[in-house]
């Protein structure tokens, strides 16, 4: 080896020692699993839970609030006519915070088939006339 050039001495000398520290790595591995104890097993315990079941149904909820301060309504819908005309019929019963039955949404338009309650009825002979 003495005969070899420097540079391919150099090479060599560590190739040698990557080898050595790759096989000393293997070792103490190998070494540190053999000290490795196996897991302790368990005996396999059937386990019982205790559940409750309870029947569940849907419900409309109505909680009464009694307090001060202004409230506001959930839902609020503004109407108005397609058509100009006077009023000829009102509800009686037409009045703020009132609720009503509204149109069947499967209706096609037809009011002769009305579902829901009429609020109001706009003179149609002004609208005739024009048409």
Not at 6 to 17: A, D, G, I, M
Not at 75 to 88: D, K, M, P, Y
Request: charged share 25%.
């Amino acid at each position: 080896m003495t005969n070899l050039p420097p540079k391919k001495r150099q090479f060599l000398t560590s190739v040698v020692l990557s080898v050595l520290a790759l096989a000393a790595g293997f070792g103490v591995s190998h070494g540190l699993t053999l000290l490795r104890k196996p897991p302790v097993l368990r005996e396999l315990v059937e386990r019982t839970y205790n559940v409750e079941v309870f029947q569940v149904e849907s419900l409309d909820l109505r909680e009464v609030v009694r307090a001060f301060g202004t409230s506001r309504a959930d839902r609020e819908v503004v109407l108005s006519a397609q058509v100009a005309g006077e009023v000829a019929e009102i509800h009686p019963q037409l009045k703020v915070g009132q609720s009503f039955r509204a149109q069947n949404p499967k209706s096609t338009g037809d009011t002769s088939n009305y579902a829901g309650d009429l609020l109001l009825r706009i003179d149609p002979t002004s609208y005739e006339a024009r048409v």
